[in-house]
Nanobody, 114 residues
Framework: QVHLVESGGGLVQAGGSLRLSCVAS????????MGWYRQAPGKQRELVAR??????YYADFVKGRFTISRDNAKNTMYLQMNSLKSEDTAVYYC?????????WGQGTQVTVSS
């Protein structure tokens, strides 16, 4: 069982930055994958960025603007979001997969005004 809690969302102007945090209830060790996802109104949840083992993956629409990172000592994962666009507006979720089971946080709202 993994409990995930996101924070750091808010309202920002286009071109601005935000850093999201996700605190996990256990160590990241032995997690299959962990990453950030988002869901805009009326759209399906989509992958933004993810760790898989020691590699990282970024969706094309965030490459060069977003950076995923983690602090293993704090069981915390981050998403630094720069050069935000109005189309980045969504609820951002932290997700983890452990032994085939998927876990999600409650989400944090990011709103980018143009």
């Amino acid at each position: 069982q993994v409990h995930l809690v996101e924070s750091g969302g808010g309202l920002v102007q286009a071109g601005g930055s935000l850093r999201l945090s996700c605190v996990a209830s256990r160590s990241f060790f032995n997690m299959d994958t962990m990453g950030w996802y988002r869901q805009a109104p009326g759209k399906q949840r989509e992958l933004v960025a993810r760790f898989y083992s020691i590699s990282t993956y970024y969706a094309d629409f965030v490459k060069g603007r977003f950076t995923i990172s983690r602090d293993n000592a704090k069981n915390t994962m981050y998403l630094q979001m720069n050069s935000l666009k109005s189309e980045d507006t969504a609820v951002y979720y932290c997700g983890a997969s452990v032994v085939g089971n998927n876990y999600w946080g409650q989400g944090t709202q990011v709103t980018v005004s143009s």
